[in-house]
């Protein structure tokens, strides 16, 4: 096995890539770009800390949860967590972040890359409203890329078949996987009781 460590080494191995390929990236969200975002109900928001590594968070709300403010702009709202802020300390050091935009039922993503930060704006807040309940605060991004991926990563995946669906039951609860990573002694919380208790703090 021998390591790639230059581009040259890496463009030997694969084709280049078509004119198509390279012409898809926009510099700013379209109509397409936009229909793909109020459709998509999750993403997923990497980002890079000051220590040079990179982290992958999710973010899901119902479909149109993610705010176009404008052809260059987007907002995101950022619902209770588990409060490490990861994402969000990232952001502090590093405004750079990459956004991966699914919709169920669709093979294609949407993949956009921008300069991040952090917003705590009463009336772009109240924009995100849900039951009297506002976010602490929204990430704001400036769109630099945009561009369509195409299916082929899902459709090997067969994400969206219900034949590919897994039980919950497969795994130990969240609860059981963490006492055993972590250690600690006493009853664990069931799976059902922490997705109950879980549904009374999504806001």
């Known amino acids: 096995m021998a390591a790639i460590t230059s581009l040259e080494a890496l463009r030997a191995v694969y084709p280049p890539p078509t004119e198509r390929a390279l012409k898809k990236q926009l510099d700013r969200l379209d109509k397409h770009c936009r229909s793909f975002i109020a459709l998509s109900p999750f993403l997923v928001i990497s980002s890079v800390g000051s220590d040079g590594l990179a982290d992958a968070s999710p973010r899901g709300d119902l479909p149109g949860f993610v705010k176009v403010l404008d052809d260059t702009t987007i907002a995101i709202p950022d619902w209770p967590g588990n409060n490490r802020l990861d994402t969000l300390t990232n952001i502090l050091a590093n405004p750079a972040v990459g956004l991966l935009f699914l919709v169920p039922g669709v093979d294609e993503v949407l993949r956009v890359n921008g300069l991040a930060e952090l917003r705590d704006d009463e009336e772009l807040r109240r924009a995100f409203e849900r039951s009297g309940k506002f976010p602490r ?67």
Request: charged share 30%; proline share 6%; with cysteine.
């Open 137 to 203: 605060l929204a990430i704001l991004v400036r769109v630099k890329e945009a561009y369509l991926h195409c299916a082929k990563a899902l459709m090997r995946s067969r994400l969206w078949d219900p034949a590919s669906r897994v039980e919950r039951s497969v795994l130990p609860s969240m609860n059981e996987m963490i006492r055993d990573q972590i250690g600690g002694a006493g009853p664990v919380e069931p799976q059902h009781e922490m997705v109950e208790r879980f549904k009374k703090v999504l806001y």
